[in-house]
């Protein structure tokens, strides 16, 4: 019975933690611009997303280390510093596009510009570092994030062709602005396989103290949850291909995102699309601030963990409250954030190769999983779409960057 | 210790399928590009017209996104091609229009407003205003 109230649990905030400004920012883009057609882009991001998870919580509850504490040991500090600094600067561009998200909500509900909101945001997101636990911090906010289930209400209340949308799962080439078509591919790729997700998920693992009999949940967990979540990130742009599409609506701005519901529901469409993005961004802006964190402090050997009091784990502390003071500062500037949003996801997964491999590696050393090491099915899976991704990331990336 | 790695050719090949993929396809023209963005902006504004007008949207998010949108318009008319300049300015009045409705909470005069906009957006969509 408990084991399958912390299987439901997990799933549920896996489901919940899912969206936040990367996946609603870039399917809606996808959905206006191309209709269905960037379905499959959303699909190969969750696979690859679960087998990560998957992987990293089976490697914390076998070896009892986290994945940058690992990667360490196995390959020394001087590589460890390679994905310290490339996936912690990415991770940090991400943070500050999921501050101003909650900033953005804010502007949505009171019209007062989105910058006026960054420094209230930013101590809030502190404040419940400081004072919350790691269950709180997890569960709390991804049970509200649990609002954005209206997404997948609004597909079935606007009657979506759900045939034409399984059509999108094939990858077709598009008849119009094919460059701008393969970078949103790969900002998806890079929203849906963020590195800090599975960083997390094993310092999570770690935190609740799993073990091998933990394994089913992390099994469960991973694929449950975020096949939910994935839905849940093609619903919202299959919602935005019947909703803009038809209007010739590109998505620019953010403004223009917040009309996605307004036809099915009204009013509360409004209402439910600012709640959405500021509580997802929200829950993603505290996770990314404690995997930015887990990450270097894990790395240079410091006392760790969100369930110490601060004073037992002062380093820790004081490395997570720089990071949110730093992403408060950029935010504070008023940097465009749709734009800076699809950059850092654009980014994300031209860096995923840096973050992926060594843990690749990890997952198929015995003298960490012992024989619960990685099948050739998943070693692939993870290497080809992590490949994908990454030639995407640069072939597209200067293309988009000369374009705009 | 079982590694594995995906071998030089597979990746060469994707890697030149990728590349051959998107440089084959180009971008649009400059000129195509701004059109479509001209009628982006315009179908905006007539959803935040209509969303506002159905009282789907609060009256400061539809005044700060008309604004935003009739700036962008303005910022397009110095810098897009030459051709389209006439229908920015036409669009960015038009935008105006619906900007200064919502502003003075006339719902009344809004039908008129959003008809402007939508005549320039019918004149950018017509073949004559479309680039060869």
Known sequence: ?404 | MARRRMSPPVLASALLIVCLGTASCGSSSDVEQARQRAVSWAATTTMVGEEWSAGHVPDRYAARTLAATRQEVQKSIGRGPATLTPSLQRLADAVGGVEDAVARRDRAVLPTRLRAVESVRAALTRPGERPS
């Not at chain 1, 914390?60 to 990667?71: C, E, G, I, P, R």
């Not at chain 1, 600094?85 to 998200?101: D, M, N, P």
């Open chain 1, 1 to 404: 019975m408990k084991k399958a109230l912390e299987i439901t649990l997990g799933i549920v905030t896996s489901v919940g933690g899912f969206l936040e400004i990367g996946s609603l920012a870039t399917a809606a883009q996808a959905g206006a611009q191309f209709g269905f057609q960037l379905t499959w882009a959303i699909a190969l991001g969750t696979v690859c997303l679960i087998f990560l998870v998957e992987m990293s919580g089976r490697f914390s509850a076998v070896s009892h280390h986290t994945v940058v504490d690992a990667m360490r040991e196995r390959f020394g500090f001087d590589f460890f510093l390679i994905p310290l600094v490339f996936v912690g600067l990415v991770t940090l561009l991400v943070l500050i596009a999921e501050l101003g998200g909650v900033c953005l909500a804010l502007q949505l509900v009171t019209g007062l510009a989105f910058p006026w909101f960054a420094l209230p945001v930013g101590f809030a997101v502190w404040l419940l570092l400081w004072k919350g636990t790691f269950g709180v911090i997890e569960e709390g906010v991804s049970l509200l994030g649990l609002v954005t289930v209206c997404f997948l209400v609004a597909v079935f209340w606007l009657h979506a062709p759900l045939r034409d949308v399984a059509a999108g799962l094939i990858p077709s080439r598009p008849a119009h602005d094919r460059a701008q078509y393969w970078f949103i591919a790969v900002s998806i790729l890079g929203a849906s396989i963020s590195p800090y997700l599975f960083y997390f998920y094993s310092s999570g693992a770690i935190e609740d103290r799993w073990d091998e009999s933990h394994l089913n949940t992390n099994r469960m967990v991973a694929t449950l949850g975020m096949t939910f979540g994935g839905v849940l990130s093609a619903a919202v742009l299959v919602v935005a291909a019947i909703v803009f599409e038809p209007r010739n609506i590109r998505i620019e701005r953010y403004d223009q995102i917040a009309l996605i519901l307004t036809e099915p529901f009204g009013w509360w469409g409004f209402v439910l699309f600012a709640i959405s993005l500021g509580i997802a961004c929200l829950g993603a802006a505290l996770e990314i601030t404690l995997a930015l964190t887990y990450m270097v402090s894990q790395g240079f050997g410091w006392m760790w963990g969100k369930n110490a009091r601060p004073r037992d784990a002062a380093r820790f502390t004081a490395m997570y409250t720089s990071i949110v003071i730093v992403a408060t500062l950029f935010v504070l500037t008023g940097l465009e954030p749709l734009k800076l949003t699809v950059l850092s996801m654009a980014l994300t997964a031209a860096t995923l190769p840096i973050a992926v491999v060594p843990f690749l590696v990890l997952m198929n050393d015995e003298h960490y999983v012992g024989d619960h090491g990685n099948s050739w099915v998943g070693n692939t899976i993870v290497l080809l779409i992590t490949a994908l991704a990454f030639v995407l990331a640069v072939v597209s990336l200067p293309l988009e960057i000369a374009g705009s």
